[in-house]
Nanobody, 123 residues
């Protein structure tokens, strides 16, 4: 069974940091891709960071490059999103996702989603 449970969201001031965690079941981690997406009110869901579980390319949205880092701890069955230098425009619901994707940044290619965790950045 594929299970994804996010945690770590919260409210921070601009320039601050947060680390999101995604507890991923074994079935989730067996999918081709794992990633983080976000959706702000009135906007489409967008890819933030993702990787192929078999290794290779790691994707970062241009807006987060140099500020966010995706990583995993296999021993803890957890995928992380370290977010530094946060900006008000990073405010969104953040979702962890797993899927048999080809394109890392396309939400439609991910078939499994967590419930999301809210990140709010104030100026």
């Amino acid at each position: 069974q594929v299970q994804l449970v996010e945690s770590g969201g919260g409210s921070v001031q601009a320039g601050g940091s947060l680390r999101l965690s995604c507890a991923a079941s074994k079935d989730a981690r067996s999918r081709n891709c794992l990633g983080w997406f976000r959706q702000a009110p009135g906007k489409e869901r967008e890819g933030v960071a993702a990787f192929y579980t078999g290794g290779g390319v790691t994707y970062y949205a241009d807006s987060v490059k140099g500020r966010f880092t995706i990583s995993q701890d296999s021993a803890k069955n957890t995928v992380y999103l370290q977010m530094n230098s946060l900006k008000p425009e990073d405010t969104a619901m953040y979702f962890c996702a797993a899927g048999a994707c080809v394109a890392l940044d396309q939400p439609d290619e991910y078939g499994h989603w967590g419930q999301g965790t809210q990140v709010t950045v104030s100026s």
